[in-house]
C-alpha cells in the first residue's frame, strides 16, 4: 500500500504560478507511475499530466501544455506538479494518482492510488 499526500495549493491571481508537491508514503514512490488530474465544480475529472517511474516520459494534457511541469524526486519519494500563467480555468482540486502499471496515462481507473486533493483557486 502506498498513501498519497498533496500540498501546495492555494489561492493566486492569473498570470501567477503554484507548484504542487505529492508525497508518498508507505512504499517508495519510485517504484510507481505517476499523475495529475483535476476535478472542478460540475465538470468532469480531467487528465493533467503524467511521469514514469523513472522520470523519463511525460505526458501534459492539452489544456496544460507549455504552461505546466511534472517532475519527480525519488529520493525524496516525490512528485511535483509546477504550474505557471495559471488562468482562472484552472481552478479545481488536483489529485495525484499513482499505479505501478499504467498502460493509459489519462485514465483514472488505471491508477490503484490516490490522495486526498488540494484546491486551486485562481481569481481573475
Known amino acids: 500500500q502506498v498513501q498519497l499526500v498533496e500540498s501546495g495549493g492555494g489561492l493566486v491571481q492569473a498570470g501567477g504560478s503554484l507548484k504542487l508537491s505529492c508525497v508518498a508514503s508507505?512504499?517508495?514512490?519510485?517504484?510507481?507511475?505517476t499523475g495529475w488530474f483535476r476535478q472542478a465544480p460540475g465538470k468532469e475529472r480531467e487528465f493533467v499530466a503524467f511521469?514514469?517511474?523513472?522520470?523519463?516520459?511525460?505526458v501534459y494534457g492539452d489544456s496544460v501544455k507549455g504552461r505546466f511541469t511534472i517532475s519527480r524526486d525519488n529520493a525524496k519519494n516525490t512528485v511535483y506538479l509546477q504550474m505557471n500563467s495559471l488562468k482562472p480555468e484552472d481552478t479545481a482540486v488536483y489529485y495525484c494518482?499513482?499505479?505501478?502499471?499504467?498502460?493509459?496515462?489519462?485514465?483514472?481507473?488505471?491508477?490503484?492510488?490516490w490522495g486526498q486533493g488540494t484546491q486551486v483557486t485562481v481569481s481573475s
Open positions: 494518482l499513482a499505479s505501478e502499471v499504467v498502460t493509459a496515462y489519462d485514465n483514472t481507473d488505471q491508477y490503484d492510488y
Open positions: 508507505g512504499r517508495t514512490l519510485g517504484s510507481y507511475h
Open positions: 511521469i514514469s517511474w523513472k522520470g523519463g516520459t511525460t
